[in-house]
């Protein structure tokens, strides 16, 4: 079955949303399969936002992202990915549905880069990626 990727980030972890966006993801059917505690490194940031460097926002998200504990966690159900990308709500979270994760707790804070809660991987192949950045003993 397919896993994804999920990190409650430091917005998110201060605010005490983790068991929060926890509940959400066990009520909606999905499994945890690894989850833990940390404040993400540099390198590990560069990995999981390789995509993204050079953009105006890249130096403003690492610092954002290595600013305090993040909750790491690979969930697992058929279709888990886009489940929880539905689940987490659009990127932008002034304009993500209520009811969505970022819809219903994220807002703009005037910040650089926009602090909305949860990341979620978004296809089996950055899931893959992402899941070995996070939990090497996985792979
Ligand atoms: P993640 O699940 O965190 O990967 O979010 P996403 O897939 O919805 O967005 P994307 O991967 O495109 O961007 C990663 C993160 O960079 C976002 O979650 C935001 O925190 C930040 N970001 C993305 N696009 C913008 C933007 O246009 N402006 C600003 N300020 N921040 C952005
Ligand atoms: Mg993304």
Known sequence: ????????????????????????IERKGYRLAALAILTPTREQLA???????GKPFYEPLVAFMSSGPVTAIVIEGERCIEGFRSLAGATDPTKAAPGS?????????????????????????SAAREIGIWFPSLG
Not at 1 to 23: C, I, N, Q, W, Y
Not at 47 to 53: C, G, I, K, L
Not at 114 to 124: F, L, R, T
């Open 1 to 24: 079955t397919e896993r994804s990727l999920v990190l409650v980030k430091p917005d998110g972890f201060a605010r005490g949303l983790t068991g929060e966006v926890l509940a959400r």
């Open 47 to 53: 990995a999981h936002y390789a995509e993204h460097e």
């Open 101 to 125: 994760i970022r819809g219903d707790f994220g807002r703009d804070w005037g910040k650089p880069v926009q602090e909305n809660i949860v990341h979620g991987s978004d296809a089996p192949e």
